[in-house]
């Protein structure tokens, strides 16, 4: 039963972190952003704002942060990209240390499972049994707790390190935007980071 609920549990956060990240964060970040640069380079502040206002993920918020302001100030706009990027990325990695945390206590509760259910088959099979003496079933049933533990687990692991890149990516994301987009406001030469 602790480990339904654990599992349950586990892929709630799995489910809700994917929805939150992928799902509503994540855009096609590089034909976006090259629009919106693009835009605000040629003076069309309203459409770049409109093309903003028509998304819902992390990088259009910022960037509409950005184009309704008045400040022409080079240190406040980016203290602007900075606070705007700071409201964004505690939601992206909220509840993602609980994976890593969910999956150690489902691996654990399958061993306390093992050791509980190999107790009981050694005591039903009399005290002076051995692994080597007790029968099969008992040997099987007592592992299967511990093989659930580790099915649980093992996605848990593998999502949250998906989850983390993902995050990253769009971390990643926002910085780029945020520094071309104050560029392009205060009209300094486009810098394409990541780009050659």
């Known amino acids: 039963m602790p480990l339904l609920v654990v599992g349950v549990l586990s892929f709630v ?3 809700e972190r994917f929805v939150t990240i992928v799902i509503r964060a994540r855009i096609n970040a590089r034909p976006f952003i090259e629009r919106v640069i693009s835009l605000v380079r040629a003076d069309k502040l309203d459409e770049a704002l409109t093309l903003c206002a028509e998304h819902h ?3 259009p918020d910022v960037g509409l942060i950005l184009l309704r302001n008045e400040i022409h100030d080079e240190g406040d706009l980016r203290r602007m990209a900075e606070a705007s990027s700071l409201t964004v990325l505690p939601a992206l990695r909220r509840r993602l240390a609980w994976l890593p945390a969910l999956a150690i206590v489902a691996v654990l509760l399958g061993i306390l499972g093992c050791i509980s259910n190999l107790s009981d088959a050694i005591r039903l099979s009399g005290h002076a049994a051995t692994l080597s003496t007790m029968p099969v079933d ?3 049933d007592a592992l ?3 093989g659930a533990g580790l099915v649980i687990a093992i996605p ?4 949250h390190a998906w989850l983390v890149s993902e995050s990253e990516t769009i971390a990643a994301q ?3 935007f945020s520094a071309r987009l104050v560029n392009a406001l205060l009209r300094r030469p486009d810098v394409r980071l990541g780009h050659r």
Request: hydrophobic share 70%; charged share 10%.
């Open 156 to 159: 848990l692991v593998v999502g």
């Open 13 to 15: 956060v799995l489910v």
């Open 138 to 140: 008992g040997v099987a």
């Open 174 to 176: 926002l910085a780029e």
């Open 144 to 146: 299967r707790p511990l």
């Open 57 to 59: 993920s992390a990088l």
